[in-house]
């Protein structure tokens, strides 16, 4: 039987890889770039910054522990020294992974999500999906927390009720 952390985490990989998916079947659509280059073996040049974000998600959550801790560190340092639209949402990406500064991504990701700030509207609207699924997730470990509580005090309750049905039995005996 699977615990309830298993089935969310399970369900957030699935709805994370459908909207990936969805957005790189969109980009699919796009015309290619005429002066089209190679970031690597087989691999063309990103049609937009979104989409090289995509595929940057993809590169960093393949990564080990200490190797996503040495790339936050690295995108945490770029974001200071440049304070781009493109670098802010990097930084939120590596910070949402699970085990992550999820607070901390979702200040980032703030400024990005309103209206009329200036950013591309690619960005703008990775941003809002990307704090939409913060949001999800946050509510989602709510559930499961309220969830653990719950079971812990239907434990303890069926606990108190054991003891109480043993003492009732244990002094129906002494009566005798």
Known sequence: M???TTIIARQTHRAWLTLLLAA???CAQLKAPQNEYRIGVGVTQPASEA??????????????AADLAKETERMRLL????????????YAM???VPGGD??????????LTREGGGQSRELRALALLLTTDLAERRRLEDGVRKADDLEKKLEALKNIE????????NDAGEKK
Request: proline share 2%; glycine share 4%; charged share 20%.
């Open 2 to 4: 699977m615990n309830v």
């Open 24 to 26: 790189l079947a969109g």
């Open 51 to 64: 989409v090289s974000l995509l595929y940057y998600f993809d590169y960093a959550r393949g990564l080990s």
């Open 79 to 90: 974001h200071v020294r440049n304070k781009s639209d493109f670098h802010a949402l990097q």
């Open 94 to 96: 590596l910070l949402s």
């Open 102 to 111: 999820v607070h901390r991504a979702q200040q980032l990701l703030e400024p």
């Open 162 to 169: 054991k003891s109480l049905i043993q003492r009732d039995t």
